[in-house]
């Protein structure tokens, strides 16, 4: 992915011991974070922004983390937000880009129909029931931490698994 934390080069942690630890503790969780905001936003180039805003935010905040040993979830939490945010923006964009409609049925060509149905189906999704999906089915999350990340309750959470899953079925049926 590549992202460089040394980027970032305003911070309210000071010294390369806190540098060591930050780069010790986030560069593992690089690969999770961009599958997951991947997932969200469906887009490589968006995915790796997603990651490196992620980074320069926990980056910021390092010094404020409440519990340390809960730092994956606590930047898997403002990768999710990041990802949100970027894929409403990205949402309203696509809408009115005229270029982009019919895309998906030039895809078959190349990439063979069910992986095409696969990808449509999990695009038809709103974006909390792809994150719970996500977190949930991908990456093993329960349900109660699943709604931790979303910041909802587990029913909440429950309910956009619930109906992430009756869409997928009802989407691919057919194939």
Request: charged share 30%; proline share 4%.
């Amino acid at each position: 992915m590549g992202s460089d934390i040394r980027a970032v080069t305003t911070s309210p942690v000071d010294g390369e011991a806190a540098e060591a630890e930050f780069e010790l503790t986030v560069l593992p969780e690089a690969d999770h974070l961009y599958g997951l905001a991947l997932a969200i936003v469906g887009d490589p180039a968006e995915a790796e922004d997603i990651v490196q805003e992620t980074m320069t935010s926990a980056w910021r905040a390092w010094k404020s983390v409440r519990d340390p040993g809960r730092r994956s979830a606590w930047l898997t939490r403002i990768c999710i937000n990041h990802a949100i945010r970027r894929r409403r923006l990205l949402h309203r964009r696509i809408l009115w880009s005229r270029e982009r409609w019919g895309m998906e049925e030039r895809l078959p060509a190349f990439l063979g129909a069910p992986l095409v149905d696969l990808r449509r189906a999990f695009r038809s999704l709103s974006v909390r029931q792809r994150a719970a999906f996500v977190l949930h089915h991908v990456d093993g999350y329960t349900l109660e931490e699943c709604a931790h990340l979303l910041g909802c309750r587990p029913g909440t959470a429950r309910s956009h698994l619930g109906r992430a899953i009756t869409k997928l079925r009802r989407e691919l049926a057919d194939v």
